[in-house]
């Protein structure tokens, strides 16, 4: 399967606890993009690298969550202190292209992993 | 704040009838793609629309792009229990730069009943 992969597709934790978060995008794809979503609602934009550089971040993101993507590869989304409304399905997905011309590119969606804080 | 309108939230039908879903902004978009998305998956690609106007079909599935690019359609004949899931629209801002990251919907969850 060549598709976007994220592990753990499952992660349960006790508040106060950090988590982290794996994704491996299409191995072409320069694009990497985390999103959360909450249940019934559709996913809100995290963060957002092309090749290695952190180019945007959501006001969302607040200081307790990190996300690197070392080498322009694989990216990690870490939550410190986590707290109850942490509780979502974190997405992540990647996509081709550069500037202007990466505009319709597809975003190419995993499977998230489901964070639940007790 | 630029937000993607759906209508309806929820629909339940039953198999073979007709339904549409609406994805509405008062925005304009570069582009704007359906996704559909089952429980405990990710969002799955169906189409992608660019052109104002622009009407593409998959099998079943009729997609719209308004003419101002500010909403779009999806329209699924004789449904069928496999079509259950949670469609989502999503656009991607001209005033975004170079991010291209998507503004979702809010979601039109359809159930077809056998």
């Known amino acids: 399967d060549t598709g976007v992969s994220q592990n753990p597709r499952h992660k349960i934790t006790k508040r106060g606890q950090n988590v982290t978060f794996r994704c491996d995008p299409i191995?072409?794809?320069?694009?990497l993009y985390w999103y959360r979503q909450t249940l019934g609602q559709g996913p809100e934009f995290l963060t957002y690298?092309?090749?290695?550089?952190?180019?945007?971040k959501s006001r969302l993101l607040s200081d307790r969550f990190s996300a690197e993507r070392p080498k322009g590869s694989f990216s990690t989304l870490e939550i410190q202190r986590t707290e109850q409304g942490d509780s979502a399905m974190y997405l992540c997905?990647?996509?081709?292209?550069?500037?202007?011309?990466?505009?319709?590119?597809?975003?190419?969606f995993g499977d998230g992993t489901r964070l639940s804080i007790l | 704040t630029q937000l993607l309108e759906q209508s309806p939230q929820f629909l339940s039908i039953q198999e073979g009838e007709n339904l549409t879903v609406y994805c509405n902004s008062s925005?304009?978009?570069?582009?704007l793609q359906w996704y559909r998305q089952e429980p405990g998956e990710g969002p799955v690609l169906l189409v992608t629309?660019?052109?104002?106007?622009e009407v593409k079909k998959l099998k079943r599935l009729t997609f719209q792009f308004g003419d101002a690019r500010k909403d779009s359609s999806l329209h699924i004949t004789a449904a069928q229990t496999g079509d259950t899931g949670l469609y989502l629209c999503?656009?991607?801002?001209?005033?975004?730069?170079?991010?291209?990251?998507?503004?979702f919907g809010t979601g039109t969850l359809l159930a077809v009943q056998p």
């Open positions: 997905a990647s996509s081709l292209g550069t500037g202007f011309l990466g505009s319709n590119q597809p975003q190419h």
């Open positions: 191995s072409e794809h320069n694009r």
């Open positions: 690298f092309q090749n290695e550089a952190q180019l945007e």
């Open positions: 925005s304009v978009f570069s582009s």
């Open positions: 629309v660019v052109t104002g106007g």
């Open positions: 999503a656009g991607v801002s001209p005033r975004g730069g170079a991010t291209n990251k998507l503004i």
